[in-house]
């Protein structure tokens, strides 16, 4: 991504939203919690919000959820699911974006890949449960938890 682009993204974020609230009256979201032989969680870390965060991003016209999650993997962190991600829970995320929903899914089985988005990730690890990074975005620890920790999921993201 070219640095016009990065300076652009955060001024045209809120833009975006402000359209997309007028246009859609639902908009689908999807994370993915990807763990690796060590049962480590792959995290990622954006340039334009804080924190460290389950790869993810919005579902596109014409796409399905599984594909919007296997092409975010790709896109993001260069991990490409072998075979269909597992739904793990459903989440409203009205605080965020209203009307927002957010699905998460389970990947174990995968394999690397390039990474096709660049410019949009600043960071990309996997972190053993008790070493998770700082500052974690405060839903994607509870979804590890309720996830790998056994919690019931909680319905709002």
């Known amino acids: 991504m070219s640095k016009w682009k990065r300076r652009l993204e955060p001024l045209a974020r809120p833009f975006f939203f ?5 246009t ?19 995290l990622i870390e954006h340039t334009y919000v804080p924190g460290w965060w ?9 796409e399905t959820a599984h594909q919007a999650v296997a ?16 739904l793990l829970s459903v989440h409203a995320n009205e605080a965020f974006f209203p009307g927002d929903h957010v699905l998460l899914f ?13 410019g949009e990730i600043r960071g990309v690890g996997f972190f053993a449960l008790d070493a998770l990074p ?12 309720e996830a790998l920790g056994g919690a019931a999921p909680d319905p709002v993201w």
């Open 54 to 62: 389950l790869p993810g991003g919005g579902v596109d016209r014409g």
């Open 24 to 42: 859609r009256g639902k908009t689908l979201g999807v994370r993915a919690l990807v763990t690796d032989e060590q049962n480590r969680v792959l």
């Open 134 to 145: 700082q500052p974690m975005n405060a839903a994607s620890a509870r979804r590890i938890r």
């Open 106 to 118: 389970r990947v174990t089985d995968w394999r690397a890949c390039d990474m096709t988005s660049h």
């Open 18 to 22: 402000f359209w997309s609230r007028l």
């Open 71 to 86: 092409r975010e993997l790709r896109e993001e962190a260069g991990v490409d699911p072998v075979g269909a991600p597992q």
